[in-house]
């Protein structure tokens, strides 16, 4: 049975109080239980101070249990009986609360007059007349939010009607580069704004992986996006290596009654096509390490000049249906798959699409991209990275429109 505490005070003088304390530390907002270290043969009548915590003690079993409201180390009064004479007896109980790790995050918002300022947080839904649709979101970190520090994340999209061709592209700017937001935005927009109409000009005998006409028109799309980095180091007086970024870009066309995919990746994080009906995963992505552990490689001209490595980060699939393709950076890939093998886990995939997108894509056409967005807030100890995902979801409510 449950106690409420007590309407008075202990009759027992505070110099002979006894002391215990709760065996486990409780967390803010957490449901906790706990049994308790009290002196021997020491009985509860009543209490003072659980309520204020929203906890209550069971008697019987000598458990606290409850939902605590407040951090902080509290002293809660237990009044009850001990020994063989059931002498009255106070018997003050701590009890430890740690907060909620969130609370302990500050969200300072970015400097948006600095140099290539950017937004903290982006979303975005483009709808095709094919039955198609993307959602994606980026988010700032927490890290970054934490010291006000920009979004070093990217993402771009477009659906060219005149081809047919849509371009998704996700980029990942380097933590160690003061202006890589810069260098990721530079190389998202211009995948988007060359792809389509460069891949039109291809004969469809050319989408095979390991093709290298299609690898060139991939990596020549690439290399502009160099280059504009490059030029915006130049003009503004900046190192290359100051813009430093990863990249995934995604092209999807339905053509013959299939979809086409193609993808090319330097860097890490990852996009994979999805099939839930046959719980299938194709992986569209390089797993891409650097030279050291939890290294990565970046965009830059070295990497587009070797040819055979080019050809190892194209992909190309071709797919009656799929569920959902998705392109993520690291800091959604890490929390969620933690390796590149589970990013091809067909066990993981089920779990992670039921559970998490599933609910956000494909409920409630309208507002997606929203809902994207505040699942980007997702909180896992330790994952604090800038996070952006982007997915080719088919068959989407037409009607929804939005940005």
């Known amino acids: 049975m449950s106690t409420p505490d007590s309407q008075g005070y202990s009759a027992v003088p505070k110099e002979q109080w006894q002391h215990g304390h709760c065996i486990k530390a409780a967390r803010v907002g957490i449901a906790f239980e706990s049994g308790l270290s009290v002196p021997a043969g020491f009985v509860t009548h009543s209490t003072e101070g659980l309520a204020v915590l929203d906890l209550t003690l069971d008697i019987d079993t000598q458990v606290v249990s409850g939902v605590p409201t407040k951090a902080g180390e509290f002293d809660i009064l237990l009044h009850g009986t001990a020994g063989k004479n059931n002498q009255a007896t106070t018997v003050v109980l701590t009890i430890n609360v740690n907060p909620d790790p969130l609370t302990l995050w500050k969200d300072i918002p970015s400097d948006q007059d600095g140099q290539f300022a950017r937004p903290d947080t982006w979303h975005h839904t483009e709808q095709g007349d094919n039955g198609m649709s993307v959602v994606a979101a980026s988010h700032r970190g927490r890290r970054h939010a934490h010291k006000g520090d920009y979004r070093d994340d990217a993402a771009a999209v477009r659906y060219c009607q005149s081809t047919g061709w849509w371009v998704v592209a996700v980029a990942d700017g380097a933590g160690s580069a003061p202006l890589s937001r810069q260098g990721a935005q530079l190389a998202v927009k211009t995948m988007t704004n060359v792809l389509p109409e460069r891949l039109s000009q291809l004969d469809s ?29 130049m003009h503004s007086g900046n190192k290359v290596t100051d813009f430093s970024t990863t990249l995934i870009v995604t092209a999807l066309k339905h053509d013959g009654g299939e979809w086409l995919c193609v993808s090319f990746s330097i860097g890490d994080g990852g996009c994979v096509i999805w099939d839930a009906p046959t719980a299938s995963v194709i992986p569209m992505s390089l797993a891409d390490s650097g030279e050291f552990a939890g290294e990565t490689r970046f965009l830059d001209s070295k990497i587009l000049n070797d040819a055979s490595q080019c050809l190892d980060r194209l992909f190309v699939h071709k797919a009656s249906s799929f569920t959902a393709v998705c392109l993520m950076t690291d800091g959604v890939s890490d929390p969620w798959f933690e390796t590149e093998a589970m990013l091809q886990n067909a066990q993981k995939w089920t779990m992670f699409w039921s559970e998490q997108l599933e609910p956000v894509l494909t409920d409630n056409a309208a507002g997606r991209s929203q809902r994207l967005l505040k699942w980007l807030e997702f909180f896992i100890p330790g994952e604090h990275d800038d996070r952006t995902i982007a997915a080719f979801v088919p068959n989407a409510d037409s009607s929804a429109k939005e940005s």
């Open 205 to 233: 005998s050319v989408f095979e992986r390991g093709n290298e006409l299609l690898c060139q028109c991939m990596v020549s799309a690439a290399a502009e996006a160099s280059q504009h980095i490059e030029e915006d180091a």
